[in-house]
Structures are given as structure tokens and as C-alpha cells.
């Protein structure tokens, strides 16, 4: 059983920053990427930001110059830095892990519950 556990959201003023943080258990060999989407109300999902094997990463053009990804493969984590908070960053973001092996896992895509990110004055 794979569970992905998000934390660090909130809320915080135009021009502010947050960090979140996404940390994937169980009984984990190998894990392709990691990352993170976001949802707004009456939006499409879209990715922020990935964190893939051979240190490929991957932002999506909103947040670029703006947003950091950080992974730890030895402790399966992934981390969001995010700086100049604009209020069109509001969402809840979700951290994803691409697994590929591990003990009585089956390999694909598992997703943690969202946390919510609101940027407001």
C-alpha cells in the first residue's frame, strides 16, 4: 500500500511565499517521478511541477522563475517552494508519485489527498 501525505498549505498574501511538502510510505523500491498539480475551482487540473529520473524537471509555464521542486529519493519526499504567491495561484495542489517497484505495491500513479493554497490580501 502506497499513501502520499501532503503538508504546508495555507494562506498567505499576494507576494508571499509557502512551501509544501509531500512525503510517499510504504514499501517503496523505486519511484519514477514525483510532483505536482493543482486545481482551481472551475479549472482544469494542470501540472506545477515534476520531478523526474535522470534529474529531468518539468514546471508548468505559470509558474516558472516563481517555483521550486526539490525530491529526496532516499526518503521519497518531494518538496514545492513557492515564492511571489499571486492570487491565480490559488488551488489545491496534489502531490502525485509515478511508482514503479516495490513489495506487494501495484506500480502506477498514486495521489495524496490536496492541500489547499490560498492567496489573498
Known amino acids: 500500500q502506497v499513501q502520499l501525505v501532503e503538508s504546508g498549505g495555507g494562506v498567505v498574501q499576494p507576494g508571499g511565499s509557502l512551501r509544501l511538502s509531500c512525503a510517499a510510505s510504504?514499501?517503496?523500491?523505486?519511484?519514477?517521478?514525483m510532483g505536482w498539480y493543482r486545481q482551481a475551482p472551475g479549472k482544469q487540473r494542470e501540472l506545477v511541477a515534476a520531478?523526474?529520473?535522470?534529474?529531468?524537471?518539468d514546471y508548468g509555464d505559470s509558474v516558472k522563475g516563481r517555483f521550486t521542486i526539490s525530491r529526496d529519493n532516499a526518503k521519497n519526499t518531494a518538496d514545492l517552494q513557492m515564492n511571489s504567491l499571486k492570487p491565480e495561484d490559488t488551488a489545491v495542489y496534489s502531490c502525485?508519485?509515478?511508482?514503479?517497484?516495490?513489495?506487494?505495491?501495484?506500480?502506477?500513479?498514486?495521489w495524496g489527498q490536496g492541500t489547499q493554497v490560498t492567496v489573498s490580501s
Open positions: 520531478s523526474m529520473s535522470g534529474g529531468i524537471i
Open positions: 502525485y508519485a509515478d511508482v514503479i517497484a516495490g513489495a506487494s505495491i501495484v506500480p502506477g500513479i498514486y
Open positions: 510504504g514499501n517503496i523500491f523505486a519511484i519514477a517521478a
